[in-house]
């Protein structure tokens, strides 16, 4: 299986924070997952804990790597940029990252957010999403039990799962 890519400076351990959250399903495929993923303006119709997504200076809907866009999640509004996207084939996973942060001085937050789908044999599909995060307010939510970044996170995956077989319906 394949891994995240990280950049120089939020590889997991060496970071203030670091969630992982994994599914692996049959009767999915990645090409199903990839839309719900790719177009950030769909979040909020799965994911509770995503709001007001907005774009700057993008056409849209897609995700694109460079495109900048915010949105709110753990009630921080973050700013974000996408840094990798690239959608799945046969024989290659899909890829979606971001650096995002929210906060300045002691309240500033950055988070490196990568998204790995691919499909594995008999029908399954993977779907492999870790953030690394730097900054004070990691360290708390690094401490905070239970962790809020895992629950939401499973939350995101078991949101994007649901409406995947929802629209294969």
């Known amino acids: ?76 509004p973050v700013e974000a940029q996408c840094n990798e996207c690239v959608a799945p084939t046969p024989t290659e996973p899909g890829r979606i990252a971001w650096h995002g942060w929210a906060g300045e001085g002691d309240t500033r937050l950055d988070v490196h957010h990568a998204w790995l789908i691919e499909d594995l044999p008999h029908g399954r599909v993977r779907i492999l999403t870790q953030e690394t995060q730097k900054g004070k307010p990691a360290e708390e939510l690094a401490r905070a039990k239970p962790n809020p970044m895992i629950n939401g996170h499973q939350d995101w995956l078991d949101g994007l799962v649901k409406a995947a077989r929802t629209i294969k319906r």
């Open 1 to 76: 299986m394949n891994e995240i890519i990280w950049p120089e400076g939020y590889l997991p351990g060496l970071t203030e924070n670091f969630a992982s959250n994994e599914v692996i399903v049959a009767g999915l495929s990645a090409e199903q997952i990839w839309p719900l993923l790719s177009q950030a303006h769909l979040w909020p119709t799965y994911y509770a804990n995503s709001a007001n997504v907005r774009f700057h200076r993008h056409e849209g809907p897609d995700l694109q790597e460079g495109v900048r866009f915010y949105f709110e999640t753990f009630g921080f």
